[in-house]
């Protein structure tokens, strides 16, 4: 069973930086993408950011590239998301998710099979 456990969330001033980490177990990594997601409040949920596990090719979404990191530690089974110079705008709650990598699609939700709990990031003026 594929399971994903993101942590990291907090509140933090604008111009600030978090971690975000999303522990994932039950699969085979090298054959999966993981992603991340968030909703603001009042918003769809948008695709941030995507690492392909075998070969680390990552993408990011316009509103946050430069500003944010995808990496992962295979041996840790662990992915994370550094996030820099935050802004009010960035607040949401924070998704990860996997699937196999033919099936992902970074910005449509719906093609991931499988989401962790979520993690709240604010970021305060």
């Known amino acids: 069973e594929v399971q994903l456990q993101a942590s990291g969330g907090g509140l933090v001033q604008a111009g600030g930086s978090l971690r975000l980490s999303c522990a994932a177990s039950?699969?085979?990594?090298?054959?999966?993408?993981i992603g991340w997601f968030r909703q603001g409040p009042g918003k769809e949920r948008e695709g941030i950011s995507l690492i392909v596990l075998g070969d680390s090719a990552t993408w990011y979404a316009d509103s946050v590239k430069g500003r944010f990191t995808i990496s992962s530690d295979n041996a840790k089974n662990t992915v994370y998301l550094q996030m820099n110079g935050l802004k009010p705008e960035d607040t949401a709650v924070y998704y990860c998710?996997?699937?196999?990598?033919?099936?992902?699609?970074?910005?449509?939700?719906?093609?991931?099979?499988?989401w962790g709990q979520g993690t709240l990031v604010t970021v305060s003026s």
């Open positions: 039950g699969f085979t990594f090298d054959d999966y993408a």
């Open positions: 998710t996997a699937d196999k990598v033919q099936n992902a699609n970074a910005v449509v939700a719906e093609s991931w099979g499988c």
